[in-house]
């Protein structure tokens, strides 16, 4: 996938747009770690904002609604005094039929200088990546089922926070992988990293073909697949997959995977529980597990204003 | 009109021919090879010396996207580029708007053909009335009206009461039934690939089970019913395997490859390059590999070009919301002899799969340079490269993966009963 790197990592390196973890190299993604590092401290003055990024602007363009995902967005680009403008285009735009591409151009005509980009299709953008102007960034915020590489990001700095090291860990992905763009954001940045032992676990009907060949081992019992495990990634199970052809209801879905006291006590002791967000109390996770001493669900957010602080200003500042 | 092709490498796969010598025209038609018959005078001889002269190849897939997709391509751009890559005889599949289910469209079309004076084409009749998979076309009528078989094209059959029917009836008039083997309920939503490269890009995947549980039905009932089926486009190992069995068992099928899937696998699709939006989907290089073979070994009777203009827009849009297919009239011959470079072949063995073979599919007298056939010769330089761009196509369809592709063998000159329809 060198395209994808020659895309996003200009030749000189430096992050150009921020699409997928894929092709990041571990330098460059320890960097923005370190970067993001700063930003936690800034997030926690009295004045939370610096000037970084004054006199930008940052679009907000949602093809696909996310209240939660725009807000850390806003809250990012606003720490770094950028103006930002949200757009909700699913319900604008597009229902007058004008095409992605078209939308793009015109919000670019009112002087963008990045877009974070959310759309229902996988590649969307990639292919607004391809089409801007030089200087103007895209950061994916969310493409189909393929990624969300600053939620992959957050998720690096929380085991990196907790976990210190990734050189001896193992870590499970439990859920919905087939559908799952953050679980390919955090397996490819997990591997880059250096996790020697990462595992994905759920029903057949849910995992993708071939998926080993991201470097994963694949599990269906959950008891086997979290044994021993140093951090546990519960995904979202949307509710329109909840009950249908490929699972037969929610219950039996918390039944098999979700995430109890009880299957969590076959990690190790100081594993730590981690979820993107939205939560589905009693169907991926147990309250009293989402709520518990190892859960780090909350921590997750927090740390996700720095690291896309920290994306925003190495974009903003090329 | 008389014409002589001098000193060309005359390659005729019908005949096993391959050998320096001069093609001798009159009359639209083969006059002689070698020697001039008797009295012969030509009003213009062609020096073709260290060219490859060739039958004309025959596509066994071009869309002409007329009626109803002019903005697309038109009866004449596309026809252009068809003699532009050596193509003087081609099929077009029924999936215009309105679909080719009535005589009229037949005729018109085939009638506006011919005033272009490039190919000739010949049409697939749609098998049901809309391609709606509902009710028959009038399938006797059509023949009469030209339709040189029937074809859904990438629309579904609704089940397996309906392809039974479909074949029954065309059995009783001893039709050719034309059918791409992928199950619309497994392939239902999907754009890539059930592998490696769909699982990274988070694309919804057709599997390689859509093809072949799809050949398993079309096998049984057209063994049941007698029907003669021509399978379109395979695209996996397994379905290969399949047809070969049926083959050896006498099945009375045939099938063919497009010519992208000779070459092109699912990782092409990285990074979502929507010029490899193709149906079927570009499978696994195994796949790939499988079919390259099983061309060679006769298993798959002929390549194709599966021609598919697609305007940018169409293909200017996330991958999945791309219009599946690629231009590749002008592409055929350079594509099909780099794969026969690569596999070892004769060049007789490997025009055979533009030729005669696809020729033989298609009952017409076309693909062959024996006397007294049509005098539709291509003439191109083996060792020419070329550098596939684009803007440089004939073809309204600027749409393929395969741009700035270097490539060799260039069409000098194409001939059609006996006239020059293009010059490069």
New interface residues.
């Given amino acids: 996938m060198n395209a994808a790197r020659n895309l996003q990592v200009g030749p000189d390196g430096r992050l150009r747009h921020l699409l997928t973890t894929e092709g990041l190299s571990a330098e460059l993604i320890r960097h923005i770690l370190d970067s993001a590092d700063q930003f936690v401290s800034v997030s926690e003055r009295d004045v939370k904002k610096v000037p970084l990024l004054r006199g930008k602007s940052i679009f907000n363009v949602f093809f696909e609604g996310s209240t939660r995902t725009r807000t850390t967005f806003e809250i990012a680009a606003k720490r770094l005094s950028a103006d930002v403008i949200n757009l909700n285009v699913s319900v604008s735009s597009t229902s007058k039929g004008e095409t992605l591409l078209d939308t793009v151009y015109n919000l670019q005509a009112m002087d963008a200088d990045m877009f974070v980009v959310r759309h229902a299709q996988s590649g969307a953008a990639h292919l607004i990546a391809r089409h801007v102007k030089p200087g103007v960034a895209v950061i994916n915020a969310g493409d189909g089922r393929h990624a969300h590489p600053t939620q992959g990001l957050l998720d690096m700095y929380t085991i990196r926070h907790y976990k210190k090291d990734f050189s001896a860990l193992s870590v499970a992905i439990v859920g919905d992988v087939l559908h799952s763009r953050v679980a390919r954001s955090q397996i490819h940045a997990l591997k880059t990293l250096g996790v020697p032992d990462l595992r994905v676990i759920g029903p057949k009907t849910l995992m993708p073909n071939a998926v080993e060949r991201l470097g994963v081992r694949v599990f269906h019992a959950m008891g086997e697949g979290i044994r021993d495990c140093d951090v546990v990634i519960m995904l979202r199970l949307q509710n329109e997959r909840m009950n249908g052809a490929l699972l037969p209801s929610a219950a039996e879905f918390f039944k098999c995977y979700g995430l109890t006291a009880d299957k969590l006590a076959r990690a190790k002791p100081d594993a730590i529980v981690m979820h993107p967000g939205p939560m589905n109390r009693g169907v991926e996770i147990d309250s009293s597990v989402a709520d518990g001493r190892q859960s780090v669900i909350l921590p997750q957010v927090t740390f996700g204003i720095a690291v896309r602080m920290a994306v925003m200003s190495m974009l903003g500042s090329a | 009109m008389k014409l002589e092709i001098r000193g060309a490498r005359v390659v005729d796969p019908a005949s096993g021919r391959d050998a320096a010598e001069s093609i001798f025209i009159a009359e639209g038609a083969i006059a002689a090879i070698g020697k001039a018959p008797q009295g012969f005078r030509a009003d213009e001889t062609i020096e073709a010396a260290g060219l490859v002269a060739c039958p004309g190849l025959v596509d066994l897939s071009a869309r002409l996207r007329e009626p109803g997709f002019e903005y697309k391509a038109t009866l004449e751009s596309e026809m252009r580029a068809a003699v532009a890559g050596g193509v003087t005889t081609l099929a077009c599949p029924p999936d215009t708007d309105p679909p080719l289910d009535e005589p009229g469209l037949v005729e018109m079309l085939t009638r506006r053909a011919t005033g272009l004076e490039c190919g000739k084409v010949h049409p697939l009749g749609a098998l049901t009335v809309g391609l709606q998979g509902e009710r028959l076309a009038e399938m006797a009528e059509l023949a009469d009206a030209g339709c040189v078989g029937f074809f859904q094209g990438n629309a579904a059959l609704p089940d397996a009461a309906m392809l039974l029917h479909a074949l029954s009836y065309a059995a009783t008039f001893g039709f050719t039934v034309w059918l791409r083997p992928e199950d619309a309920h497994l392939a239902r939503g999907g754009v890539a690939h059930?592998?490696?490269a769909?699982?990274?890009?988070?694309?919804?995947?057709i599997?390689v089970i859509a093809e072949t549980v799809a050949l398993r039905t079309i096998l049984e009932i057209a063994a049941a019913t007698e029907a003669r089926v021509h399978l379109a486009r395979l695209s996996s190992a397994a379905g290969v395997a399949l047809v070969a069995e049926a083959k050896s068992r006498g099945a009375r099928v045939s099938c063919d490859v497009g010519v992208h899937h000779l070459h092109l696998c699912d990782r092409d699709l990285?990074?979502?390059d929507a010029q490899c939006n193709l149906r079927p989907p570009l499978r696994d290089p195994s796949d790939r590999d499988a079919l390259r073979r099983a061309l060679a070994a006769g298993t798959i009777d002929a390549v194709c070009s599966d021609h598919t203009p697609v305007d940018d827009?169409a293909k200017?849009?996330?991958?999945?919301?791309a219009e599946a297919g690629a231009s590749a009239l002008e592409l055929l011959l350079p594509l099909t002899l780099k794969w026969g470079r690569e596999m070892r072949m004769d060049l007789k063995d490997t025009l055979g799969t533009v030729t005669s073979r696809p020729a033989a599919i298609l009952g017409v007298g076309a693909g062959t340079l024996a006397p007294g056939a049509p005098a539709d010769v291509c003439l191109f330089d083996e060792r020419a490269p070329w550098i596939v761009r684009p803007e440089a196509l004939a073809s309204q369809g600027k749409n393929t993966p395969f741009q700035g592709l270097e490539v060799t063998g260039r069409v000098v000159r194409t001939i059609v009963a006996g006239r020059t329809v293009h010059r490069a």
Avoid: I, K, S, Y
């Avoid at chain 2, 769909?198 to 995947?205: I, N």
């Avoid at chain 2, 200017?316 to 919301?321: D, L, R, S, Y």
């Fill in positions: 059930d592998g490696e769909a699982t990274r890009l988070g694309l919804a995947a599997p990285a990074d979502f827009d200017q849009v996330p991958f999945a919301e």
